[in-house]
């Protein structure tokens, strides 16, 4: 079964951090680039970074860009979210998804061909 399980979201203050975490299975995880996404209900899904197959350099929207860190760790099929200088704006509902390429232009991550998607981890941010 294709699978992707993201976890480490939390209550956090303004300003603080937060590591999440990607877990996949049931497919080949080296041949996928892996984004993040985030979405608040009643707004439109919106990307967050991504990474590319073998990359050791990841993309980020402009909004998180210099606070948020990704990476992935292909020896063991996790991909990370390291979130820095949070804010309430951060505040959304987390999620990973797999596609053959990470899908970014201009500061923009595109969700579209993203087909396999994990259930979400919450992150709050207070401020």
């Known amino acids: 079964e294709v699978q992707l399980v993201e976890s480490g979201g939390g209550l956090v203050q303004a300003g603080g951090s937060l590591r999440l975490s990607c877990a996949a299975s049931?497919?080949?995880?080296?041949?996928?680039?892996i984004g993040w996404f985030r979405q608040v209900p009643g707004n439109e899904r919106e990307g967050v970074s991504c990474i590319g197959i073998s990359d050791t350099r990841a993309e980020y929207a402009d909004s998180v860009k210099g606070r948020f860190t990704m990476s992935r760790d292909n020896s063991k099929n996790m991909v990370y979210l390291r979130m820095d200088s949070l804010k309430p704006e951060d505040t959304a509902t987390y999620y990973c998804?797999?596609?053959?390429?990470?899908?970014?232009?201009?500061?923009?991550?595109?969700?579209?061909?993203?087909?396999?998607w994990g259930q979400g981890t919450q992150v709050t941010v207070s401020p």
């Open positions: 998804a797999a596609h053959f390429t990470c899908n970014y232009r201009r500061g923009t991550v595109y969700s579209t061909g993203y087909g396999t």
């Open positions: 049931g497919f080949t995880f080296d041949d996928y680039a």
